[in-house]
């Protein structure tokens, strides 16, 4: 009685959206809904904006050397001097290229500071659903089915979300301009393939909030397209 109670306490139109929402859940799990499946690799280059981004063929060798090797648009003039922009910074923080290279190196080998956690350890490759305080990991349902509030099940959820929110993508970029060294760069595109291989369209903790999901999106960009039919 409760419930009916509350579903007459509903508008129309919070009605209809949840109606909605519930039946785009329940074609999701049930593997209708073509919002859980993955493009190919020609559906994806069709996404991006061909408008920013120019490759004659539909290949990540093709989508890599565009980027190498494109002068527009610009991200940072500093960009364009390297070297001259790694002397400034030198001269201007004298101890920061030590810190940040020491923070991309404990990155390497697995070791993340997160919330104020030191050491934190998610396993090799990574294990993206793990919680290493409580060593619980959320199983790998549809998002739906997830209660990311029982921390009974999945620990604390924001050390998991922290991580998978990729800030410290920076930190192996920043060592890579000030080294040169390619095991950043390896680093990167090894957990950014590792996450996509691990994280399945609408399965898992990270497909649960729709704020998390917000923060991996890239407005203005050529994937912000597929972002759109993809997230909850």
């Known amino acids: ?78 960009f364009k001097d390297r070297e001259g922009t790694v002397i400034e910074l030198r001269r201007r923080w004298p101890n920061a290229a030590k810190s940040i290279i020491g923070k991309a190196d404990r990155i390497l080998a697995g070791r993340f500071d997160l919330l104020g956690l030191r050491d934190l350890r998610f396993g090799d490759p990574i294990d993206w659903q793990l919680e290493p305080v409580s060593g619980k990991r959320a199983p790998l349902v549809h998002w739906s089915r997830l209660n990311y509030l029982d921390a009974g099940v999945i620990g604390d959820k924001k050390i998991v979300w922290e991580l998978n929110r990729h800030q410290y993508f920076t930190t192996l970029g920043q060592a890579y301009w000030l080294t040169g060294d390619e095991c950043y760069a390896a680093a990167f595109a090894t957990h950014l393939v590792s996450w996509m291989d691990r994280n399945p369209p609408k399965l898992g903790i990270n497909w649960a909030s729709s704020l998390e999901w917000g923060f991996a999106r890239s407005p203005g960009s050529g994937l912000s397209n597929f972002s759109k039919t993809q997230r909850p």
Request: without cysteine; glycine residues 6%.
């Open 1 to 78: 009685m409760s419930k009916l109670k509350r579903i007459r306490r509903i508008g129309l139109d919070e009605l209809h959206v949840r109606s909605a929402q519930a039946v785009s859940s329940f074609l999701e799990r049930r593997g209708w809904s073509g919002l859980t499946k993955l493009p190919t690799d020609q559906g994806f280059f069709e996404l991006l904006d061909d408008s920013q981004i120019s490759v004659e063929s539909d290949s990540s060798e093709a989508l890599m050397g565009h980027f190498q090797s494109r002068s527009h648009p610009d991200f940072f003039s500093a």
